[in-house]
């Protein structure tokens, strides 16, 4: 029977695709995608919308496909957002029990994650996620939930994600204002990717989600079940284009082509001088590209920007401890030896991100680009049921309705 508070929608606008997910919760909590929607996407750079008409347009084509293969109307959506105004911190907070002798409640613990998450959100930005890690009870004694305990003090450690508050709004305007679709939730994408490829076993014994992109390449650290790093780096996929295309002397549309058909991250060291014709632009005539330099041009781009990202996670203590090691998910993750490159660069086993313990188009489901769209699916269904049983806390306001049946 037709649930719409059992159907989740993910919304994921990117540099180069717009792309949303249907999905149908079953009270075990499998999920099937039941309806997909991909478009083009112009005007977006970066992961962020640059130009609302153009996205409108792609945003409405992607939302149409979903609703037709679904049979539903679309009414609110979980939008995955990033950009390079994101920034993430471990944060704690701090609660006073009143009485010495009184037992930690739930408003109490509730209390402390909100110091842990407020009181380190600058001027000009909102919080995005936040995930809880770990509790302290007087200074000491761990505790994944401290309700019971008796104490005169609870300290909250909280993993925050924060964004740009004026840039965010503008993200969130680009869904509802060419649609009458409303934003249910935004949720870092690199979460929602983590979410769609990571089991519970691999996220205990520590596990780095890369998603590489288009625009943007996003990271999600896991240790001990908990996320604790993320980030996101305003190069991926167009980076290399660009370089490509300034380093081989061809348009844009001609280096992209090339990136796709010869494109490698390894850099094919033993190959010969093999060359590729292109044709001649303005009148030129034709001309031959070397293929050995152009998988040069690809790899030290993807070197240097894992690079980046390796150092700023061995500045926390939980990367050599990724036992799991690194999955890759993302359009950009289909780059040939781009696994022996991360292995080489992280140190770390790395397996391609497949979306895990969901049911539906086989087309779907074993593209990596679609991690993001179908992990908000599943991080609606999660959160719809922690505010439907509390989740320890307070019941909060049920979620309204997402969409209902066509007619």
């Known amino acids: 029977m037709f649930d719409p508070d059992h159907i989740f929608v993910g919304l994921e606008i990117g540099t180069s695709k717009i792309c949303v997910a249907v999905g149908e919760v079953a009270d075990s909590g499998e999920v099937t995608i039941t309806g997909f929607g991909q478009s083009r996407s112009r005007g977006v750079v970066k992961g962020e919308v640059a130009d609302p008409e153009k996205a409108g347009e792609d ?4 939302l149409a496909q979903a ?3 679904a049979d539903v109307e679309i009414e609110r959506v979980y939008l995955a957002v990033t950009g ?6 471990n944060a704690r907070g701090v609660h006073a029990i009143p009485s010495v002798d009184r037992e930690i409640t739930v408003e109490d613990v509730h209390e402390a994650l909100h110091n842990a998450k407020s009181d380190n959100c600058p001027p000009g930005f909102e919080i995005v996620d936040s995930v809880r890690q770990d509790f302290l009870v007087d200074y000491h004694s761990v505790y994944e939930n401290p309700v019971g305990v008796v104490g005169s003090r609870v300290e909250a450690s909280v993993h925050v994600i924060q964004a740009n508050s004026r840039r965010l709004e503008a993200s969130r305007r680009a869904v509802e204002g060419p649609t009458p679709v409303q934003i249910e939730k935004a949720v870092f994408s690199g979460l929602a990717s983590a979410l769609a490829v990571l089991t519970t076993d691999q996220k205990d014994q520590g596990a780095l989600v890369l998603d590489v992109g288009g625009g943007t390449t996003e990271f999600a650290l896991f240790q001990k079940g908990l996320l604790r790093h993320s980030g996101v780096l305003a190069v991926a996929g167009d980076h290399v284009t660009n370089d490509l295309a300034i380093g081989l002397d061809v348009p ?3 280096a992209e082509e090339l990136k796709v058909t010869f494109g490698s991250a390894d850099g094919d060291p033993d190959e010969g001088e093999a060359h590729h014709a292109v044709p001649g632009t303005q009148g030129l005539p034709e001309r031959r590209i070397n293929l050995r330099r152009l998988r040069r041009i690809v790899a030290l781009r993807w070197e240097e920007t894992f690079e980046w990202i390796a150092r700023e996670l061995a500045e926390t203590q939980w990367l050599g401890q990724a036992r799991a ?3 890759l998910c993302g359009g950009s993750s289909r780059t040939q030896g781009l696994d022996a490159l991360v292995r080489r660069v992280f ?13 539906g188009p086989t087309d779907v489901l074993e593209n990596p680009e679609f991690a993001t769209a179908i992990g908000l699916v599943r991080y609606g269904a999660m959160r719809s049921r922690r505010q439907t049983r509390g989740w320890n806390f307070p019941l909060l306001r049920m979620l309204t309705p997402r969409l209902r049946r066509k007619n």
């Open 347 to 359: 140190q770390l086993p790395v397996s391609r991100g497949h979306i895990l313990n969901v049911s």
């Open 252 to 254: 844009l549309s001609m």
């Open 84 to 89: 390079n105004h994101f920034r993430s911190l």
């Open 59 to 62: 945003l409405r084509e992607a």
């Open 67 to 69: 609703e037709d293969m």
């Open 325 to 327: 090691g690194v999955f």
